[in-house]
């Protein structure tokens, strides 16, 4: 790794403002580059730094992407600094967390392809995490150079949001940087996720420059294997950042209405003006959403997949605080045990 500065490594008033003086002079912003077990790795202005967690700080309150404080001399992360936007999905409802993703987005590279991976439920999935968490999404379509109408792709996914951002293209082309150099200039950080075989390490090793092995894809389903196996940051050729992620099938959401209502815009925005606060946007009378359907400004299909995901956010978010409180209260005996068994 070559010398950075921090503004090349994405810097910004926002975490600057986050430290005091003493901080300042003693101690050294870095960003997270990966995160192992017991330490992590992160790039700073003097290098690259292998760190130890001071004590009430564990490996899974840091993210790949992160700007955290060290004291670079005893290879210690003093703090980690509030994050400008992060990206996490709910999987975790037993234990009330959502498991993070990334950290620190400017762009979320939503990569599918065009074969029989392409599927829109699961874009609008990714999607309403993105805007959730405020993350501009773009949808990638990969092997663009293997179907004979690549643009029926292109306005498939185009049609799932309001100028959405999609791109179809070979990935082993060298034309991909250009492509993606909107999003991927100095100081900027993206990220790419999508389900495993789609051309994300590809389009990873495109923007990097890297060699990362790429596995096929399977020909009876069109889906992969899984070939990225943890998160990481990747410095690309344009002056940007790039988070590889592993191939997610499995995508739940919770806490994430806004990024559902967000995702649908065309249905949310009737919904407001429904007759019925608590209107099911099915045989109501008074239902905007049903009117839309009748003139043709909401697609059956896209109604459907908002109702499912919300009902899906509500029951997971439920569980979380449910799960939350069962924590909050085991928590509480077990301060007031050990404050008895001290008396």
Request: proline fraction near 4%; include cysteine; aromatic fraction near 4%.
């Amino acid at each position: 790794m070559t010398e950075l500065t921090r503004d090349a490594l994405g810097w910004s008033p926002y975490y600057m403002s986050q430290l005091d003086l003493e901080e300042l002079e003693t101690l050294t912003p870095a960003r997270i580059a990966t995160v192992h077990r017991d330490r992590v790795v992160g790039f700073s202005e003097i290098g690259t730094l292998e760190l130890t967690l001071d004590p009430g700080i564990t490996t899974a309150a840091v993210g790949v992407g992160d700007w955290v404080l060290c004291a670079p001399e005893q290879r210690r992360l003093i703090r980690v600094l509030d994050r400008q936007t992060e990206l996490t999905r709910g999987t975790e409802y037993h234990t009330g967390e959502k498991q993070l993703i990334a950290a620190n987005l400017d762009t979320l590279f939503i990569t599918s392809s065009c074969n029989n991976d392409f599927n829109p439920a699961r874009l609008e999935r990714y999607l309403a995490l993105a805007h959730d968490a405020m993350i501009t999404p773009v949808v990638l379509l990969t092997k663009a150079d293997q179907t004979d109408d690549p643009d029926s792709y292109v306005d498939q996914a185009r049609v799932l949001g309001r100028d959405l951002e999609v791109i179809a293209l070979d990935a082993k082309n060298d034309d991909v940087p250009e492509l993606l150099l909107p999003w991927c200039g100095k100081g900027q950080t993206v990220a790419l996720a999508g389900s495993s075989g789609v051309g994300k390490t590809t389009v990873a090793n495109a923007l990097t420059g890297g060699d990362a092995a790429t596995q096929a894809i399977r020909e009876d389903d069109a889906r992969g294997r899984h070939t990225t196996t943890g998160r990481s940051l990747h410095r690309m050729g344009t002056g940007g950042w790039l988070i590889d992620t592993p191939g997610m099938r499995g995508l739940g959401v919770a806490e994430v209405a806004f990024g559902i209502d967000a995702t649908f815009p065309e249905i949310s925005e009737l919904a407001e003006t429904c007759k019925f606060r608590d209107c099911e946007h099915e045989t109501e009378p008074g239902c905007a959403v049903q009117a839309g359907i009748t003139s043709g400004d909401v697609d059956p299909d896209r109604l459907r997949r908002f109702k499912k995901l919300k009902r899906e956010n509500q029951h997971a978010t439920q569980t979380i605080a449910q799960a939350r409180d069962r924590n909050r209260k085991l928590g509480k005996m077990y301060r007031s045990a050990v404050k008895k068994k001290d008396r």
